[in-house]
């Protein structure tokens, strides 16, 4: 299974969520797929993805967050999956697209590599309830349609390959990017 | 030497009294009399953190929510963090109004404090961070405000440092 494979099956549900990816692959095949005012791409500062979608989740109620995440990144923030757990938004849905590689730095092997490190059974002992571990497309599409629907937090772990794009880039500034981010999420808030 | 119960009380009227409504934090004994303020204020939403550094992906994820949102912190809490303030906070122009408890400044009696406290205003200057110190339970309150002020205005992580003066009796 293919990273990107699963994100263009997420997309079309993704209209009326906000997302918050990673750097790097995701975040590139998610922007190719068409990018949107709800999409925030953390292209920097590993780990703390799962960070800003807990602010966004804790903060916004009537909101669904989604967040496209990297072993690579879990890995290096294992702690917020425990501040995820405490405080267990209803309205977060966390996959983690577990590729066992640093793929965008190198391509070095991550600590999950062959299975050593199982980020499914972390997330379980960090105190999440809900958590998918999926290696086929099939299997992800009915965990993210469980998750969506579910109305708790919920981890997706989701074994893909170690590829990526074969082009990098954005027409979208960073600090672009946060402001008309944050601009569409208190026009949305205004909205209801 | 014990934490001052009157001035952990001023801050956290201070924190209110800027119109602040959520807290990440993670607890220190400096900071404990005003955290478990914030826990039993049922207007104030307090997530503890398990590292410094997730609290500035909370604050900003706060910040796109337009919530108002601190942090509170030590010193060597906020060199755990410095990656989100530079890579996520200063390069997106996201504001952080960070409240440290400045351990290992003039007085300081234990001595795994020392190193951190001694580069703690270095790191600040190095990364341009403006920074103010907070000694005078008088002005703490005003210093609060405007701290939250200028990181709205500046689309920037402030500090406001809480010394041995204000936090402890």
Known sequence: MERAQCIAMLYPELEDKLVV????????????????????????????????????????????????????SVLMNLGGLATLA????????????????????????????????????????????????????????????????????????????????????????????????KRCVQERKAAR | MTVSYDNSKTIFEGIKAAGITSISALPETW??????????????????????????????????????????????????????????????????CMLIAVRGHWGEPYPWHTRGGIVTEGILQALSIPFEHARDPEKVGKQIQEAWTFSQSSLSPVALLLTRDLMED
Not at chain 1, 34 to 39: V, W, Y
Not at chain 1, 114 to 129: C, Q, Y
């Open chain 1, 21 to 72: 990816t990673i750097m790097g692959a995701s975040a590139q095949e998610l922007y190719d797929l068409g990018h949107r005012e709800n999409f925030f791409y953390l292209q920097h500062a590993m780990g703390l993805a799962s960070s800003i979608g807990l602010g966004l989740a804790l903060h916004l109620p009537e909101e669904q967050v989604i967040v496209l995440d990297g072993d690579g």
């Open chain 2, 31 to 96: 900071l404990g009399l005003l955290l478990q303020r914030a826990e039993d204020d049922p207007d104030m939403q307090l997530i503890q953190v398990a590292k410094e550094e997730e609290a500035v992906g909370i604050a900003a994820g706060a910040y796109f929510a337009g919530e108002p949102h601190i942090l509170l912190m030590q010193n060597h809490g906020m060199f755990g963090a410095l990656n989100g303030i530079v890579s996520l906070a200063q390069l997106y122009g996201i504001p952080l």
């Open chain 1, 86 to 181: 405490r405080y267990r938004p209803k309205n977060l849905l966390h996959i983690i697209f577990d590729n066992g590689s640093l793929l965008s730095t190198g391509g070095f092997d991550s600590h999950t590599t062959a299975g050593i490190t199982d980020l499914a059974a972390i997330a379980r002992g960090a105190g999440i309830e809900h958590v998918a571990a999926v290696d086929s497309p099939m299997d992800f599409g009915e965990a993210a349609v469980e998750a969506l629907e579910r109305d708790d937090l919920s981890v997706i772990v989701a074994k893909v390959k170690a590829v990526g794009p074969d082009n990098y880039g954005m027409d979208l500034a960073l600090p672009e990017n946060a402001f008309r981010f």
